[in-house]
Nanobody
Framework: QVHLVESGGGLVQAGGSLRLSCEAS????????MGWYRQALGKQRERVATITRSGDTNYLDSVKGRFTITGDNAYTVYLQMNSLDPEDTAIYYCYARNPEWPTDIWGQGTQVTVSS
């Protein structure tokens, strides 16, 4: 069983930056895909960014050019968030996926609040 622990959320003014971290209990080399979702109050959860074991990345259109997902080739995935906007306010969840797992693995979530 893989466990994920997020950190790095907080309160920031519009235009500011935050970096979220997601530490896995297993080496990233054994996980096919990791990424971040977010859920704002009253809205559906949406996928923000993903990174595959081979390093391929994918982003939500609204964060392209502002957010960057990276892995440290060990146990941690990061989401660097720049030029933050109040619309980015949400709980951000880290997740991990492997085809042999029955379900995706989720972290507990970290709150990001962007003030105008």
């Amino acid at each position: 069983q893989v466990h994920l622990v997020e950190s790095g959320g907080g309160l920031v003014q519009a235009g500011g930056s935050l970096r979220l971290s997601c530490e896995a209990s297993r080496s990233l080399s054994s996980i096919n895909v990791m990424g971040w979702y977010r859920q704002a109050l009253g809205k559906q959860r949406e996928r923000v960014a993903t990174i595959t074991r081979s390093g391929d990345t994918n982003y939500l259109d609204s964060v392209k050019g502002r957010f960057t997902i990276t892995g440290d080739n060990a146990y941690t995935v990061y989401l660097q968030m720049n030029s933050l906007d109040p619309e980015d306010t949400a709980i951000y969840y880290c997740y991990a996926r492997n085809p042999e797992w029955p379900t995706d693995i989720w972290g507990q979530g970290t709150q990001v609040t962007v003030s105008s």
